[in-house]
């Protein structure tokens, strides 16, 4: 079964992230005062084909832990596998 | 003795490194291209600098599953020396040879500029030709410098005296504003546990002729030489 993906990785936090930083600055500047933190990091969409949803889910795990996210920095969420 | 030195595709300080160790040292260097699996007999393997694979995804990430890597960290792990600058000290974080990660500069620029820095330990295999506290100055080229790592990790490098080199001022201190990319705790340099593998950001290979500005990187290919049974 082909299923598709969706992993954010993004700076870990306590981890100086001067893109954040400066997309937050900007935000400041047009007058979203709100805005508290903003980190910025990556989207990555994996099409790939599993017997089962876990087991895509468990693959592209296994895809963060070795290539996709680099844990001393960077920590990784898959947020949704779907059927495709 | 005889200096393997590694092209990645985007790889664009072979050459220099080449030339250095053929020209200045007198010895032996041969290319290996990253999808060989032998290292020709090198006794010396380089990362070189450069932007292998374009840095896509993270600087190193994907040069680390290049098969001569399979090679490099055997070679690694029988003690044999690495020397892994700028790019390369990039792919040997990724690859697990050397702790911690470099990241994007503080400032968001490439800084391509000379730095100072400070030797603090001149008793290692790639650093014995200089002094303890000498400062020596190379350019450094990247967008992705700033050392990290975490604070254990820190403390442990600094405890076992594996930070080599620091960013420092003209007059050898440290200061943030000689420190081009933001690094914890100023570091240009670090070598592992056992002692083999020695990654640092600023380029000994561009420091080799008076020409273009300093000899200072000489010692690092120097202290190497010494340090290899010939």
């Known amino acids: ?84 | 003795m005889k200096f393997g030195i590694v092209t990645f595709p985007g790889s664009n300080c072979d050459y220099d490194t080449l030339r250095g160790v053929v020209d200045v040292l007198g010895e032996d260097a041969e290319y290996l291209w990253h999808k060989d699996h032998d290292l020709k007999g090198a006794d010396v393997v380089v990362l070189p600098g450069g932007f292998s694979y374009g840095d896509y995804l993270r600087c190193g990430a994907i040069a680390r599953f290049s098969p001569i890597m399979n090679e490099v960290v055997a070679h690694a792990n029988r003690g044999a020396p690495v020397l892994c600058i700028c790019n390369g000290f990039q792919i040997a974080c990724e690859a697990g040879l050397l702790p911690g990660a470099l990241l994007r500069n503080q400032t968001l620029q490439f800084v391509s500029a000379p730095v100072t820095m400070r030797v603090e330990n001149a008793d290692t295999q790639f650093t014995s030709a200089y002094e303890k506290g000498q400062r020596i100055t190379m350019p450094v080229a990247h967008g992705d410098g700033r050392y990290t790592a975490d604070t254990q990790t820190l403390d442990e490098l600094e405890g076992e005296g594996r930070v080599i080199l620091r960013y420092v001022n003209a007059k050898g201190e440290v200061d943030p504003a000689a420190n081009p990319n933001g690094a914890a705790r100023d570091i240009a340099g670090i070598i592992n546990a056992a002692g083999n593998v020695f990654g640092m950001m600023p380029h000994p290979e561009r420091a080799m002729d008076k020409l273009i500005g300093s000899t200072d990187g000489i010692g690092i290919f120097q202290s190497v030489l010494a340090a290899v049974p010939a």
């Open chain 1, 1 to 84: 079964m082909a299923y598709r993906v969706s992993v954010h990785i993004t700076p870990r936090r306590g981890i100086l992230d001067p893109q954040g930083k400066a997309v937050e600055g900007a935000l400041h500047s047009l007058g979203f005062e709100g805005v508290s933190s903003v980190r910025v990091g990556r989207h990555i969409v994996v099409d790939t084909d599993a017997p089962s949803e876990d087991a895509a889910i468990a693959s592209v795990t296994a895809m963060c832990e070795r290539l996709l996210a680099n844990p001393v920095i960077e920590d990784f969420e898959i947020e949704s596998a779907t059927a495709s």
